[in-house]
């Protein structure tokens, strides 16, 4: 399958991207297997940008089997990929996103214009547009310096201070994003979160209903390394509104 971008379309005017959408599946769940079978061994951790940002085999053995495939079925693509989260995007639109979080054995899925699922069941997020009523969860991001904690923890400080009825941090950004697209979280910020950790992400959040922009209130760039995304755009810019900013950089800059 090999679309150019003038022509996307397939005879019998099917999906164009239904190929790709089924080999990101496949692909989520083998690396799902691999980590599983991982969990269960000894394991090397080294670092990635920060002691905080740690990576082990089982992230390099997963990355190289998703590359290697997509590139082996898709020569003519290009794939933005981490671990078991794989977002698709033709001409900086986004398309799908999966993302399987193998030890709950979740696999969650969102095609532009077809709607999010959690393993087939249809996603749907909260509806809240209320900060005192709102969970509201956040990553602290790969840096450490003291500069950076204390905007960190001053964020958290000026949410709460805003009445927010909870800010907490999981551990996970992808899975924080996905309890956002089911609706068991109101809300999600972060600096230093790289547009590999956050396509899939934001097509899983926008196809269960949910706002995905900057963190100054504009439009989401993939490419800026900050973002809110809330269940509502009122939740969304009132998040954004108390925020002050930590900077990352820029993915195309790296």
């Keep these: 399958m090999k679309p150019s971008g003038e022509d996307q379309a397939v005879p019998g005017g099917g999906d164009p ?5 089924e080999a990101a599946v496949q692909l989520a769940l083998r690396a799902g297997q691999i980590i599983r079978k991982a969990l269960t061994e000894d394991k090397h951790v080294s670092t ?22 997509l590139q082996k079925r898709f020569p003519s693509h290009r794939f ?15 398309e799908f996103g999966v993302i399987h979080h193998c030890t709950e054995e979740r696999l969650y899925t969102g095609r532009r214009g077809q709607g999010a699922f959690c393993n087939g069941q249809r996603l749907q997020v909260s509806g809240e547009t209320d900060l005192s009523k709102a969970l509201v ?8 310096d003291p500069a950076t904690l204390k905007l960190f923890l001053s964020n958290m400080e000026r949410l709460l201070h805003a009445k927010a009825h909870g800010v907490r941090v999981i551990g996970s950004s992808t899975l924080a994003l996905c309890h956002l697209a089911s ?3 109101d809300a999600y910020y972060q600096f230093g979160l790289h547009c590999w950790d956050l396509a899939a992400a ?30 509502t755009r009122e939740m969304a810019t009132l998040i954004a509104q108390a925020l002050q900013t930590i900077n990352y950089g820029r993915d195309d800059e790296l």
Aim: hydrophobic share 45%; glycine share 10%; net charge negative.
């Design 137 to 144: 969860l956040t990553e602290i991001g790969p840096k450490r």
């Design 17 to 21: 991207w239904e190929e790709c959408f």
């Design 183 to 185: 609706g068991a979280a």
């Design 48 to 69: 990635k940008t920060s002691a905080a940002d740690l990576v082990t085999e089982t992230d390099h053995l997963v990355e190289d089997l998703i590359i290697s495939e």
């Design 202 to 231: 934001t097509v899983i959040i926008r196809e269960a209903g949910g706002i995905v922009m900057d963190t100054s209130g504009g439009p989401l760039d993939l490419m800026s390394c900050r973002v809110v995304a809330a269940g």
């Design 80 to 94: 933005p990929t981490v671990a078991v989260s794989i977002g698709f995007a033709v001409h900086q639109e986004l």
